[in-house]
């Protein structure tokens, strides 16, 4: 049984098949993050989003955080979902969904993957405002 899905793509990110994966008779709750492009940062009006990423590397990473979350938290499956390119205001970068017996376990679960990835992956973030662009959230 496969516990992971992990995916970068330039396509729209699909919340009901993060949802599906995950989904277990055997499990209590389910928690789902969902990260959206918001129209502001730091009082600046945000337009849009353009998200990079060395795509196998990061790939590997987040299995990493899969992997270990499956091993740190009382979870039966997890899926970590990244898009690239380019999103406006409302559309979805991230999404991650995680099943398990209990709440506690996919909450804290949950928490730890989006913390992990924003801190460890090598996803570029580039936000373009009205009067300029700036990278954000560039890792090592």
């Not at 990061?58 to 979870?75: G, Y």
Request: glycine share 6%; net charge positive; proline share 3%.
């Amino acid at each position: 049984m496969q516990r992971t899905s992990i995916k970068i793509t330039l396509n729209k990110l699909d919340l009901q098949a993060c949802y599906r994966f995950v989904d277990d008779a055997t499990c209590g709750g389910i928690v789902a993050f969902v990260g959206t492009v918001r129209n502001d940062t730091h009082g600046k009006e945000v337009k849009k989003l353009a998200f990079s990423t060395y795509k196998p590397m990061a790939i590997k990473e987040m299995q990493k955080i899969a992997t270990l979350a499956l091993e740190k938290f009382s979870i039966h499956k997890i899926a970590i979902h990244h898009a690239e390119g380019t999103l406006f205001i409302g559309e979805i970068p991230v999404i991650i969904t995680v099943s398990a017996k209990h709440r506690k376990a996919a909450f804290e679960a949950c928490e730890f993957a989006i913390g992990t990835l924003k801190e460890t992956v090598p996803i570029w973030k580039k936000e373009y405002f009205s009067d300029g662009d700036v990278w954000v959230n560039a890792h090592p």
